[in-house]
């Protein structure tokens, strides 16, 4: 694949031993996406939010022909098929954050 290169940030707050690795075979399943590394899982404390469930999180090094408008639709269409709803308070627990 000849494209550009991007870091891509996960993460995930609900089911994350599930949810990173999902994230990661759909990103891997569009032809567009070649994903090259991954780092290994960091888990921090939610800031502010005490009761609030730690955040794991990772990174992936892509290789892709997306715009990064088309990207970030991408990463849009991956979080609402783990069950992503966006509302108003943008800290909540969430099953999948991508950016």
Same mark, same amino acid.
């Given at each position: 694949?000849?494209?550009?290169?991007?870091?891509?940030?996960?993460? *995930?707050?609900?089911?994350?031993?599930?949810?990173?690795?999902?994230?990661?075979?759909?990103?891997?399943?569009?032809?567009?996406?070649?994903?090259?590394?991954?780092?290994?899982?960091?888990? *921090?404390?939610?800031?502010?939010?005490?009761?609030?469930?730690?955040?794991?999180?990772?990174?992936?090094?892509?290789?892709?022909?997306? *715009?990064?408008?088309?990207?970030?639709?991408?990463?849009?269409?991956?979080?609402?098929?783990?069950?992503?709803?966006?509302?108003?308070?943008?800290?909540?627990?969430?099953?999948?954050?991508?950016?």
């Amino acid at each position: 694949m000849t494209g550009r290169r991007a870091l891509v940030v996960l993460g *995930s707050s609900i089911a994350p031993e599930q949810n990173l690795p999902a994230a990661v075979r759909h990103l891997a399943a569009h032809p567009g996406i070649e994903v090259l590394a991954a780092s290994g899982v960091y888990t *921090s404390p939610p800031l502010d939010r005490p009761g609030d469930p730690w955040f794991h999180n990772c990174a992936l090094l892509v290789e892709t022909t997306l *715009s990064p408008e088309d990207l970030r639709s991408e990463f849009r269409r991956v979080e609402a098929a783990l069950g992503r709803v966006r509302h108003g308070d943008r800290y909540a627990p969430r099953p999948i954050d991508i950016d």
